[in-house]
């Protein structure tokens, strides 16, 4: 096996003890202010969709090398257009939210051509040739957890697997019972408390980097599993497009955290022990899904 492991990630296997730890680490406003530029990158526009709905821009990356074929047939969809038109179908509380075509599965879908009607799962892939920043303080539901490229991803050394985590904002591929049945055209966001006993049984292809607040306040809905049980309670999407169909100066301008920068080791130590004045006791621990990947504006 094969994982690229910066001394950073080595560093924190072997954190200070909590009093000293919790003495020299800078909050979260200090490591923000203080990063360098080279510790922040640009999405690649040929991945990053922009979810426009009457209330703003929400604004997803793609996750390429984790889900491939998603991310080639979600760009197929995006760059012909697919969504224009469909609608918001579910928003579950402390859940999910859900978007695609009300008629799929019936005469009246909407056509997938000319992207593919059918992909391979793709819950988990080898972590040869990944970067991966380790969280030392473990995890329930993977034998290692930490985050890659920019995503928040569970790790199992034994088998050399690495996976995409169901954290707040991340973004999954609907399925039906069958492994094999998810295609892109039916997304969905994490809104709520991290369900990630869906880690390793959805293929998650992204995450939401802006806008996630045009998501979490939508009405909730009353049918099983918060679907909406009117069409007309149903948010229309008035279009989706690829970053890179939209002309430059209509693009959103953001940068992202590198997750193997060192002012992210200095970010997981600052969510570890919160030095901030309101913090009483520092516990010198956090959950993966409890360290934001910073987003902001281009400067």
Known sequence: MNIHRTALTLALAALLPLHA????????????????????????????????????????????DFAPEHARNIVTLAHNRYWDGLSILRSQDNYVVQ?????????????LAPAKSKLPAEFDRSADGLPFTALADGD???????????????????????WLTHCYGMVGAGRDAAADSSNGAELYVVIGHAPRHLD????????????????????????????????????????????????????????VMRTDSASFAQLIEARRNRREDWFISPVGHVELCNVPIPVRASP
Not at 22 to 33: F, K
């Open 21 to 64: 730890s919790a003495q020299t680490a800078p909050t979260t406003a200090e490591v923000l202010a203080n990063a360098p530029a080279d510790a922040w990158r640009s999405p690649d526009p040929a991945h990053t969709l922009y979810l426009e709905l009457p209330a703003g821009r929400v604004v997803i990356e793609l996750a390429p």
């Open 200 to 255: 390793r049984n959805i293929t998650v292809v992204g995450r939401v980097l802006d806008g996630m607040q045009w998501l979490s306040t939508l009405p909730r809905g009353t049918g099983a599993l918060g679907f909406y049980e009117q069409p007309e309670q149903r948010l229309a999407i008035p279009r989706l497009r690829l970053a890179s169909d939209v002309p430059a100066a209509e693009r959103s301008a953001l940068q």
């Open 99 to 111: 978007w695609g075509d009300a008629n799929a599965g019936s005469d009246q879908a909407r056509p």
């Open 140 to 162: 329930v539901y993977a034998p290692q957890v930490g985050w890659s490229q920019g995503f928040p991803v569970g790790h199992d050394p034994a088998t050399g697997r690495i």
